[in-house]
Nanobody, 122 residues
Framework: QLQLVESGGGLVQPGGSLRLSCAAS????????IGWFRQVPGKEREGVSCISKSGGTNYADSVKGRFTISRDNAKNMVFLHMNSLQPEDTAVYSC????????????????WGQGTQVTVSS
């Protein structure tokens, strides 16, 4: 069974950068679309970015030009590079794996990591 573990979150100042990592075990990420989602307490889950099995990427309008998703299948990892972070980016970020489906349709994602906190504050 596929297991996902996120890391790389933390406290950064506005304008700063972070790289989130999603490490997989139990199976290969080659077979999955990988998405990054974020959630603030009391708010609905928001799709941030996804990368398909073939390497195609999608981004939420709110992060286009600032975030970059990538995958390293040899290392069985997916990354989210976040630049120009703003307070509204503060959330728990989770990675998830889906066999297929629309990028931000969270119902299609079968496996989820536990999340990593990103806090953007001066």
């Amino acid at each position: 069974q596929l297991q996902l573990v996120e890391s790389g979150g933390g406290l950064v100042q506005p304008g700063g950068s972070l790289r989130l990592s999603c490490a997989a075990s139990g199976s290969t990420l080659d077979y999955y679309t990988i998405g990054w989602f974020r959630q603030v307490p009391g708010k609905e889950r928001e799709g941030v970015s996804c990368i398909s099995k073939s390497g195609g990427t999608n981004y939420a309008d709110s992060v286009k030009g600032r975030f970059t998703i990538s995958r390293d299948n040899a290392k069985n990892m997916v990354f989210l590079h976040m630049n120009s972070l703003q307070p509204e980016d503060t959330a728990v970020y989770s990675c998830a794996a889906a066999a297929g489906g629309v990028c931000f349709d969270f119902r299609r994602y079968t496996y989820w990591g536990q999340g990593t906190q990103v806090t953007v504050s001066s």
